[in-house]
């Protein structure tokens, strides 16, 4: 029995910043690969379902243009358009909606001294992340395997759309986590609010169409400054002259200073 | 160091307060082996919950330290995950290097292979075996305990608690329990949770008929102040 290294002072609290990354980004990993190992475990159809539901979005979406006789407000096709808009759409709702698993998640492993919360809120970002752009290769061969049409101009400047993205929906996912741990209704509440958000972040018209208070108005929204900048790095005739990524990182930053301030609003 | 300094903690049972801590203070030094008897029911999970930070007082502190783990605490597993698996995920949270201990916990565990087959088709001893296995194998400053030590048939048992003892020679022991026997053998100091207010004692006999006293006179409130007069109020 290997009993005798247990008691050597290992796991020691570590005290350089190397060292205090190197500890948390093993808790975070071992957070990956529970979270990943427990997804892939039984139910592949329940992991799959991440890849459906934006297809199934495209199809509305598809469908919608036509009965309206709309079309593609860029020189692309109309799928092209509609993935354009959706790629960082979807980094945004599904990150936001990961964060919902954050409390629960980490409720028996809380227990561990080391683990907190944050850890599986950095571990569920992270494994969105990587999810949204096997979203985008698998959504984007498909719109080339069957309609033969692939976009792909601006390959930093798609990725850090999608980046701003992403960004803020773990800020946002994260201060309404935050702020359910007092209540676990406040969370839902968060992602009822996003409902409307698909309507109104240009995933299916562009800000350069649109003038006047309706900008006024939509201008305001950070996700439509970020899905505006991915569409821009993703289509060869599109650029973006509204679209703002100081104001997409100000909104991150004030959302994640937002979570942290109310993270000692506990539940009493 | 360890402890609670005029910690309160109640629940809301149908409408009636479920009080488990009412104004209670205790200090327990990292490396002390301290147990707590209380009546079942009196709140020993949430002792342990407030002390490993996963639940918060209503009013008062918390004193927690950094080096506190749970022990035989199984909750954490996944049961779609292979034993292996699960250990290694603990040494990632506990900063162990994962090879060294998955070797630790197979051997300790004695699971065969089914130490490579997902939990949830272990029987509950196995479970318990890991678990153990797990919390034993974590370098703890102090051990925070729910009501039992060791488990398992006498030879596992056995090696637990020899285990255990090399454990508790550096490091301390927080152990909540009802039955006084599982304090005898393993604690130096020892307290009562007693309607509220943790009662430090001189003794596990004088902590024994304090508990017996507040078992059976639970509806008697004069009694059991002028039982707690003579006492202690930590």
């Known amino acids: 029995m290997n009993a005798g290294w247990a008691a050597t002072g290992e796991g020691q609290p570590r005290r350089s910043l190397g060292e205090w990354l190197i500890e948390h980004g093993e808790i975070v990993l071992a957070l990956i690969s529970r979270d990943l190992k427990t997804r892939f475990s039984h139910n592949l159809f329940g992991y799959s379902w991440s890849f459906v539901a934006p297809i199934l979005w495209i199809g509305g979406t598809y469908s919608f243009f036509y009965f309206l006789g709309r079309t593609s407000p860029v020189f692309t096709d109309i799928v092209t358009f509609i993935i354009s808009g959706l790629i960082p759409y979807v980094a945004f709702r599904y990150t936001a909606n990961a964060m919902g698993k954050v409390n629960g998640g980490v409720r028996s492993l809380v227990i561990y001294p080391t683990v907190t919360p944050e850890h599986a809120a950095v571990a569920m970002a992270i494994i969105e992340y990587v999810n949204v752009y096997i979203v985008a290769a698998i959504i984007m061969a498909i719109n080339y395997v069957v309609f033969g049409n692939i976009e792909l101009d601006d390959l930093p400047l798609w990725a850090g759309g999608i980046t701003l993205a992403w960004l803020l929906g773990a800020a946002y996912g994260y201060l309404f986590s935050v702020l359910s741990r007092r209540d676990v209704t406040i969370f839902q509440l968060g992602i009822i609010l996003l409902r409307p958000s698909y309507f109104f972040s240009a995933v299916f018209f562009i800000p350069n169409e649109i003038r006047g208070p309706v900008l006024d108005v939509l201008g305001w929204n950070p996700l439509m400054h970020a899905v505006d900048i991915s569409r821009d790095g993703m289509l060869f005739h599109y650029q973006s002259h509204i679209s703002d990524a100081l104001y997409v990182v100000v909104s991150i930053v004030l959302l994640f200073g937002a979570a942290i301030a109310a993270r000692p609003w506990r539940s009493a | ?234």
């Open chain 2, 1 to 234: 160091m360890w402890g609670f300094l005029d910690c309160s903690r109640y629940f809301m049972k149908f409408g009636v307060p479920k009080i488990v801590l009412d104004n209670a203070s205790m200090a327990v030094a990292s490396n002390e082996k301290v147990g707590l008897l209380a009546a079942p029911g009196a709140g020993k999970s949430t002792i342990i919950r407030l002390l490993a930070g996963v639940d918060t007082p209503n009013s008062g502190e918390v004193i927690r330290d950094q080096g506190g783990w749970p022990l035989a605490y199984g909750g954490g597993f996944r049961p779609e995950m292979t034993g292996e698996d699960n250990v290694r995920m603990v040494a990632g949270f506990a900063g162990l290097d994962a090879d060294d201990f998955c070797a630790f916990c197979a051997g300790f565990a004695e699971l065969g292979d089914a130490f490579f087959v997902p939990l949830l088709l272990y029987t509950g001893a196995m479970r318990t075996r890991l678990a153990f296995a797990v919390s034993l194998g974590v370098p703890a400053q102090t051990y925070l305990a729910d009501e039992r030590l060791i488990a398992g048939d006498p030879a596992f048992q056995e090696k637990c608690q020899a285990t255990l003892d090399d454990r508790l020679e550096t490091a301390g022991l927080i152990l909540v329990a009802s039955n006084p026997r599982a304090l005898e053998t393993a604690c130096e100091r020892f307290a009562v949770l007693s309607r509220g207010k943790i009662i430090m004692c001189e003794d596990i006999d004088e902590a024994k008929s304090l508990l017996t006293f507040d078992m059976q006179h639970g509806g008697e409130e004069e009694a059991i102040e002028d039982m707690l007069a003579s006492f202690d109020l930590a």
